[in-house]
């Protein structure tokens, strides 16, 4: 109440939700151990808890762990096999919260240590070792193997070996096993390559033995029935190299033999890219006549060796003379190739020192192109820096020249002053002077010219002032000074004075018009000349009038 005075309590309870950990990850992966971690969830910073782990896989029960951690490496898995693990958080009352869950597979371990034990011509035999961690676990495993260009076989053992058969002799297989469970997983696969052995001949026989002949066979080694092959048969006698000879038949007739001579034997067998299995060996003895029994026949023998020998020692005297004849040829011809290959020697000298000259000339060409240049930039600069020079000279001519007018216009006014007479060029009439101008200007620039030179346009005063200015003859027109241009409509004379005597204006003069006008004079052979009114703008001579005061 307002005073203070409270009623009874009324109350309740509620409990905040546990969180659950937060992103459970499973951060790796082998055949018999997995790492899984979380993230401690908010709101948990100052409360004691710690976590329950629980994996299992299908089939049997869950293994239950406990950490304070936030992960955990689960171990003694079985391998290749699916896990779900799940994680819960729990306070120290055993209160838990939800559970996360995730799955995981171990990883299949494959074959360990693939070893070749044994290679023969048709088989060989492979052996490994069972992986870690499949002691409890059903398996077996798959092996393949092939040769380059066929298809694989395929088979499958419980046993870590297995002996492959029916193999091709002198052939290189490549064998890959992997670990196969039962509900046919497989693991990666591990593979090696073995060669099998190429085998030799089989029953090398001598079949028969002559004077000079023998025959030898043997049989196709098994595991050769689809490999191209030949057989390589060498044969001598001490003392002397050994005859090679090839066939691909399984016998061979030898010719050529030396009498009662022992032969050894060897025959190969050679596959089409020259890999040569072992030898087999035999010996042969040729046959020799009995010659102590055939004293007739020895004698026919001496006879027919002294005319072979007699033939045999003409043949090499004719075959050493053409020997001779070769080599002296061949000596001829090295000779002849020597000089030519001097001479082509002496030329490539002299053709280079023939490029080392022009080189050099080139090079002084080049030198002397480049000081032309930087003369030729040089006059260009200094030229470029005279027309400057020019430029300025002229304006300071300009100047000058202007400077020369002004002093002589100041020369002639001084004159007046001092001497009271007129200047050169300029004509007396009563106590004026008067200059015609060389020049034409505007009405305004005579007028300026004028005031320069002490004077001003002139201003016709009288009859005699004006017949006097008509007889400047030498010009037709001259501006005086008369305008209407200072305020439109009265003319007046440049001192300010009105016009009072109008009577020398041309008939129809002054122009009418809302445009100002200046006056000149035009000279007329007799009389006092007339009055123009005229564009002011218009360049024309003009007389300036200095008055005497
Ligand atoms: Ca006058």
Same mark, same amino acid.
């Given at each position: 109440?307002?005073?203070?005075? !409270?009623?009874?309590?009324? &109350?309740?309870? /509620?409990?905040?939700? @546990?969180?659950?950990?937060?992103?459970?990850?499973?951060?790796?992966?082998?055949?018999?151990?997995?790492?899984?971690?979380?993230?401690?969830?908010?709101?948990?910073?100052?409360?004691?808890?710690?976590?329950?782990?629980?994996?299992?896989?299908?089939?049997?029960?869950?293994? =239950?762990?406990?950490?304070?951690?936030?992960?955990?490496?689960?171990?003694?898995?079985?391998?290749?096999?699916?896990?779900?693990?799940?994680?819960?958080?729990?306070?120290?009352?055993?209160?838990?919260?939800?559970?996360?869950?995730?799955?995981?597979?171990?990883?299949?371990?494959?074959?360990?240590? @693939?070893?070749?034990?044994?290679?023969?011509?048709?088989?060989?035999?492979?052996?490994?070792?069972?992986?870690?961690?499949?002691?409890?676990? !059903?398996?077996?495993?798959? =092996?393949?193997?092939?040769?380059?260009?066929?298809?694989?076989?395929?088979?499958?053992?419980?046993?870590? %070996?297995?002996?492959?058969?029916?193999?091709?002799?002198?052939?290189?297989?490549?064998? #890959?096993?992997?670990?196969?469970?039962?509900?046919?997983?497989?693991? *990666?696969?591990?593979?090696?390559?073995?060669?099998?052995?190429?085998? #030799?001949?089989?029953?090398?026989?001598?079949?028969?033995?002559?004077?000079?002949?023998?025959?030898?066979?043997?049989?196709?080694?098994?595991?050769?029935?689809?490999?191209?092959?030949?057989?390589?048969?060498?044969?001598?006698?001490?003392?002397?190299?050994?005859?090679?000879?090839?066939?691909?038949?399984? %016998?061979?007739?030898?010719?050529?033999?030396?009498?009662?001579? !022992?032969?050894?034997?060897?025959?190969?067998?050679?596959?089409?890219?020259? *890999?040569?299995?072992?030898?087999?060996?035999?010996?042969?003895?040729?046959?020799?006549?009995?010659?102590?029994?055939?004293?007739?026949?020895? #004698? +026919?023998?001496?006879?027919?060796?002294?005319?072979?020998?007699?033939?045999?020692?003409?043949?090499?005297?004719?075959?050493?003379?053409?020997?001779?004849?070769?080599?002296?040829?061949?000596?001829?011809?090295?000779?002849? @190739?020597?000089?030519?290959?001097?001479?082509?020697?002496?030329?490539?000298?002299?053709?280079?020192?023939?490029?080392?000259?022009?080189?050099?000339?080139?090079?002084?060409?080049?030198?002397?192109?480049?000081?032309?240049?930087?003369?030729?930039?040089?006059?260009?600069? &200094?030229?470029?820096?005279?027309?400057?020079?020019?430029?300025?000279?002229?304006?300071?001519?300009?100047?000058?020249?202007?400077?020369?007018?002004?002093?002589?216009?100041?020369?002639?006014?001084?004159?007046?002053?001092?001497?009271?007479?007129?200047?050169?060029?300029?004509?007396?009439?009563?106590?004026?002077?008067?200059?015609?101008?060389?020049? *034409? *200007?505007?009405?305004?620039?005579?007028?300026?010219?004028?005031?320069?030179?002490?004077?001003?346009?002139?201003?016709?005063?009288?009859?005699?002032?004006?017949?006097?200015?008509?007889? /400047?003859?030498?010009? &037709?027109? #001259?501006?005086?000074?008369?305008?209407?241009?200072?305020?439109?409509?009265?003319?007046?004379?440049?001192?300010?004075?009105?016009?009072?005597?109008?009577?020398?204006?041309?008939?129809?003069?002054?122009?009418?018009?809302?445009?100002?006008?200046? +006056?000149?004079?035009?000279?007329?052979?007799?009389?006092?000349?007339?009055?123009?009114?005229?564009?002011?703008? &218009?360049?024309?001579?003009?007389?300036?009038?200095?008055?005497?005061?």
């Amino acid at each position: 109440m307002e005073n203070g005075k !409270q009623s009874k309590l009324v &109350s309740t309870t /509620f409990t905040t939700v @546990l969180p659950a950990p937060d992103q459970l990850t499973v951060d790796s992966v082998d055949t018999t151990s997995a790492a899984v971690s979380w993230s401690q969830p908010p709101g948990l910073d100052q409360t004691q808890h710690h976590y329950q782990i629980s994996y299992q896989c299908p089939g049997t029960e869950p293994h =239950i762990a406990t950490t304070s951690s936030h992960s955990i490496t689960l171990s003694d898995l079985q391998c290749g096999t699916q896990f779900s693990v799940t994680v819960c958080t729990v306070l120290e009352n055993g209160k838990q919260s939800q559970l996360v869950s995730t799955t995981l597979t171990t990883i299949l371990p494959a074959p360990d240590q @693939l070893t070749v034990d044994s290679v023969d011509t048709t088989s060989a035999a492979v052996s490994w070792n069972q992986p870690p961690g499949l002691n409890q676990t !059903q398996h077996h495993y798959q =092996i393949s193997y092939q040769c380059p260009g066929t298809k694989p076989h395929i088979t499958t053992t419980s046993s870590p %070996s297995i002996t492959l058969s029916d193999l091709q002799g002198g052939t290189q297989y490549s064998v #890959a096993v992997c670990t196969v469970l039962e509900n046919g997983k497989q693991s *990666k696969l591990v593979s090696t390559t073995l060669t099998t052995v190429l085998p #030799a001949p089989d029953q090398l026989t001598v079949d028969s033995v002559d004077t000079t002949s023998a025959a030898v066979s043997w049989s196709q080694p098994p595991g050769l029935d689809q490999s191209q092959h030949h057989y390589q048969i060498s044969y001598q006698w001490p003392g002397t190299e050994p005859h090679i000879t090839t066939t691909s038949s399984h %016998s061979i007739s030898l010719s050529d033999l030396q009498r009662g001579t !022992q032969y050894s034997i060897t025959v190969c067998t050679v596959l089409e890219d020259g *890999k040569k299995s072992q030898l087999v060996s035999t010996t042969l003895t040729t046959v020799h006549f009995q010659w102590w029994r055939r004293p007739s026949r020895v #004698a +026919a023998v001496c006879v027919l060796l002294a005319v072979i020998i007699g033939l045999w020692d003409s043949y090499a005297t004719a075959e050493r003379d053409q020997l001779q004849n070769s080599l002296n040829t061949r000596t001829t011809e090295r000779d002849q @190739l020597q000089n030519s290959l001097n001479t082509r020697t002496t030329e490539r000298d002299q053709l280079q020192n023939s490029l080392n000259t022009r080189t050099t000339e080139r090079d002084q060409l080049q030198n002397s192109l480049n000081t032309r240049t930087t003369e030729r930039d040089q006059l260009q600069n &200094s030229l470029n820096t005279r027309a400057t020079e020019v430029d300025k000279l002229k304006k300071s001519l300009n100047t000058t020249t202007m400077e020369r007018d002004q002093l002589q216009k100041e020369i002639e006014r001084l004159n007046w002053e001092n001497k009271r007479s007129c200047p050169e060029g300029w004509r007396r009439f009563g106590c004026s002077c008067y200059y015609l101008s060389t020049e *034409k *200007k505007s009405w305004e620039k005579s007028r300026q010219d004028c005031l320069e030179r002490g004077a001003d346009l002139v201003i016709i005063n009288s009859e005699e002032e004006q017949t006097f200015i008509n007889g /400047f003859k030498s010009v &037709s027109y #001259a501006w005086i000074g008369l305008t209407d241009s200072v305020t439109k409509g009265p003319w007046k004379w440049v001192d300010g004075t009105p016009l009072t005597t109008a009577r020398y204006w041309r008939i129809g003069h002054p122009l009418g018009s809302t445009l100002h006008y200046c +006056a000149f004079i035009h000279h007329m052979s007799s009389g006092h000349g007339q009055w123009w009114s005229f564009d002011c703008s &218009s360049s024309e001579h003009w007389i300036c009038e200095k008055v005497f005061s």
